[in-house]
C-alpha cells in the first residue's frame, strides 16, 4: 500500500511564505511525476505545480515566479515553496505522485489559508 503524507499547511498573511512537504511511503518501484494540486472554494481542482523524476517542472500560469517545486528522490520527497502568497492561494494543496509509472495517488490534503 503506498501512502502520501502532506504537511505544512497554515494560515499566512498576504506577502508570506510557506512551505509544503509531502512524503510517499510504501511498497513501490519508481516515482515518475509527482505534483501539487489544490481546490480553492467553490472551484475546480487545478494543477499547481509538477516534477518529474530528472528534475524537469512545471507550473501553472497564476504560481510561476512565486512557487518552486522540488523534489528529494533519496527521501521520497516533494515539496513546494510557495512565497509572496496572495489571498487567492487559499485552497486545500493536495499531493499527487504517479507510482510504477502507471498509477496516481493522492495525499490527504492540507489547508493554506492566505488573510489579514
Known amino acids: 500500500q503506498v501512502q502520501l503524507v502532506e504537511s505544512g499547511g497554515g494560515l499566512v498573511q498576504p506577502g508570506g511564505s510557506l512551505r509544503l512537504s509531502c512524503i510517499v511511503s510504501g511498497s513501490f518501484v519508481s516515482i515518475s511525476v509527482m505534483a501539487w494540486y489544490r481546490r480553492a472554494p467553490g472551484k475546480q481542482r487545478e494543477l499547481v505545480a509538477d516534477?518529474?523524476?530528472?528534475?524537469?517542472?512545471n507550473y501553472a500560469d497564476s504560481v510561476k515566479g512565486r512557487f518552486t517545486i522540488s523534489r528529494d528522490n533519496a527521501k521520497n520527497t516533494v515539496y513546494l515553496q510557495m512565497n509572496s502568497l496572495k489571498p487567492e492561494d487559499t485552497a486545500v494543496y493536495y499531493c499527487?505522485?504517479?507510482?510504477?509509472?502507471?498509477?496516481?495517488?493522492w495525499g490527504q490534503g492540507t489547508q493554506v489559508t492566505v488573510s489579514s
Open positions: 499527487n505522485a504517479r507510482i510504477n509509472g502507471v498509477y496516481d495517488y
Open positions: 516534477i518529474t523524476s530528472g528534475g524537469w517542472t
